[in-house]
């Protein structure tokens, strides 16, 4: 199926209220264990000298969990869309753990801009991490471009996102599914970022091309892939 991108930034505030609302809870725990045990197995502490990112955080889903994951690193945020960082400080206020969530703060900025804001980098990034942006930037240049700018020797890379289907039959069948449990708005969402989405093969040819190769990618399932390693 070929790939027909969509708008970069949720600004629209339906969209957001949408997608805040929805329950995600079960992926995101998911990927904080996957992140743990990479971190493990490769004899990585995060601890009160580490700075973690959360690229396109959105209403600060995982930022939360990873502020909690890492009680003593300091947790940034960052999204371009100002009513999505609305949304997360909001959470972040009205949450049941905001005493836990001392160490996180969210910075509004697109990605491609942030090499440029200095305001972030008061210390080397430990752990870089995104869910569910990739596919919204229209040109993966821009994505590797932002964490190889962002990315020290030790900054460790996981970057999760959906794997776009291999034919519109699949993509059909995936917003249905999709239609069983979310609204209509989060629903047409869903079904424009699976046609967003890259494909395995373009990830790792980008990595193979561009002297990424200390970077992997891997499949999960049917329906996603993760970028992760060094840059
Ligand atoms: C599908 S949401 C994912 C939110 C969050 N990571 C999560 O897992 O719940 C994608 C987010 O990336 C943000 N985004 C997309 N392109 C961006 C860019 N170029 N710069 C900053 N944020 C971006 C969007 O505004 C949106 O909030």
Request: glycine share 4%; aromatic share 8%.
């Amino acid at each position: 199926m070929e790939r027909i991108p969509e708008p970069e930034l949720m600004e629209e505030k339906k969209q957001v209220i949408s997608y805040d609302e929805a329950d995600f809870s079960e992926g995101e725990v998911h990927l904080i264990n996957q992140i743990n045990h990479y971190l493990l197995r490769k004899n990585i502490p995060l601890g009160e000298n580490d700075l973690i990112v959360d690229l396109g955080c959105g209403p600060g889903n995982i930022s939360e969990k990873l502020a909690i994951k890492w009680p003593n690193t300091e947790v940034i945020g960052i999204d371009g869309s100002r009513e999505m960082i609305s949304r997360a400080e909001y959470n972040k206020n009205i949450s049941t753990n905001k005493k836990k969530l001392k160490n996180l703060r969210y910075i509004c900025s697109d990605i491609k801009d942030i090499k440029s804001n200095n305001f972030l980098i008061k210390k080397g990034i430990s752990l870089l991490v995104s869910n569910s942006l990739i596919h919204h930037i229209t040109n993966l240049e821009d994505f590797f471009n932002t964490i190889r700018s962002l990315s020290s020797n030790i900054t460790v890379n996981f970057h999760k996102d959906l794997k776009r289907p291999l034919d519109e039959k699949s993509a059909l069948e995936l917003k249905a599914q999709c239609s069983t449990k979310y609204n209509e708005i989060l629903t047409n969402d869903y079904y424009a970022s699976l046609r967003a989405s890259y494909t395995f093969k373009e990830l790792k040819n980008f990595i193979l091309e561009n002297n990424l190769s200390s970077l992997d990618v891997f499949e999960e399932g049917d329906n996603y892939l993760i970028v992760y390693g060094n840059v």
